[in-house]
């Protein structure tokens, strides 16, 4: 019998070929540490996006959690507080609570699990950092428009960062998404998570990253080790969205 697991979201597909064989050449200088830091990676990843983004504004992490693991440590101190939207990602609250910090939820409206934005304005208070949306939402699927993101950042106060979780935007067919990006070039206070998980299909190889504007990209690629990524996962992701 076989036995398909769903809970974790992994690709059935597999990896690009051309990834694998970007990994299993780099694996044969295993024996020499990685770059050092993942500016080659984040270039790349400018490049791959366009629109005028440049590598300063992105940062990567092993998988998309330790991008929000990251994220919080630059951004977010013991006894401040965060706003989730249950029922949503575990990692969100499992991560702030493990770092000290106060978490207000304010849930996804029933029927249809739509974000209560207005809920959401109402917590935020003085010692609120961070406001954690996911678009299309894990576990429910369900999304909102661009009007909603642009609706929160423009009234959210200048204390709070939004962490726009869209790791799986390509798994979307639905028209009127946001355009998070365009809020990153306009120097709004976001943090945008992708991850090479989930459509790349490349899991086990535990790439993440972020796009923020350069200032907030800045704090975050300070809070990072030397060598943070292995040779062969930067070099797959570097060829996975190859045709």
């Not at 983004?53 to 101190?77: M, P, R, W, Y």
């Not at 000290?100 to 029933?110: A, R, W």
């Not at 950042?153 to 869209?166: G, M, S």
Request: net charge neutral; with cysteine.
């Amino acid at each position: 019998m076989t036995i398909t697991k769903l809970s974790s979201n992994e690709n059935p597909f597999g990896p690009s070929p051309k990834a694998v064989d970007a990994a299993q050449l780099a694996i044969a200088s295993a024996n020499r540490y990685p770059e050092r830091t993942d500016s080659k990676l984040c270039d790349a990843l400018a490049a791959f996006h366009g629109r005028g983004l440049t590598g300063e504004q992105f940062f990567s992490a092993n998988s998309g959690v330790e991008v929000l693991s990251l994220v919080e440590d630059a951004l977010i101190q013991p006894g401040q507080r965060a706003i989730i939207c249950p029922p949503c990602f575990g990692e969100y609250s499992k991560s702030l609570l493990s770092k000290g910090c106060e978490i207000d939820k304010v849930p996804l409206i029933e029927p249809g699990f739509r974000l209560d934005t207005n809920s959401i304005l109402r917590k935020v208070a003085k010692n609120t950092a961070l406001l954690y949306l996911c678009n299309p939402n894990n576990p429910t699927g369900t999304w909102f428009g661009g009007n909603v993101l642009s609706g929160v950042l423009d009234k959210i106060p200048e204390n709070v960062t939004v962490i726009y979780d869209e790791v799986y935007y390509q798994f979307a067919t639905e028209e009127g998404l946001p355009d998070a990006i365009r809020h990153v070039l306009d120097d709004r206070n976001i943090v945008i998570v992708h991850s090479f998980s989930k459509a790349y299909g490349l899991a086990g190889m535990r790439i993440g990253y972020g796009i923020a504007p350069q200032r907030i990209a800045r704090k975050v690629q300070n809070r990072k080790r030397n060598f943070h990524l292995n040779t062969a996962g930067m070099e797959a992701a570097m060829a996975a969205w190859r045709i």
